[in-house]
C-alpha cells in the first residue's frame, strides 16, 4: 500500500469508530496528504491521487451535509 495510508493512521482508526469524517476532516487530511506529497519525490504522485481521492470525498460529504442541512430546516 505504500505511503497512501495516512500518515497518522491511528488516528484516523480512531475517528471511524462509529462516526463518519466531516467535510473538514477529509480537506485537512487531504491537505496534510499534499504537504507530504511535495517533500517526498519517492511517492509524490501516489500521495498526490490519495489527496485528490480526499478531496472528492471531501467534496460528496459537503454535498450531503448541506442536504441534511436543508432537511432538518425544513422541519
Known amino acids: ?9 491511528s ?5 471511524l469508530k462509529g462516526k463518519i469524517l466531516t467535510a473538514a ?3 485537512e487530511i487531504a491537505d496534510r496528504k499534499m504537504g507530504e506529497a511535495v517533500s517526498d519525490r519517492r511517492h509524490g504522485k501516489e500521495l498526490r491521487a490519495t489527496a485528490q481521492a480526499w478531496l472528492v470525498l471531501a467534496e460528496r460529504i459537503a454535498q450531503t451535509e448541506a442536504i441534511e442541512a436543508l432537511k432538518a430546516k425544513e422541519k
Open 11 to 15: 488516528l484516523i482508526r480512531e475517528r
Open 25 to 27: 476532516e477529509c480537506l
Open 1 to 9: 500500500m505504500g505511503n497512501s495510508a495516512p500518515a497518522n493512521s
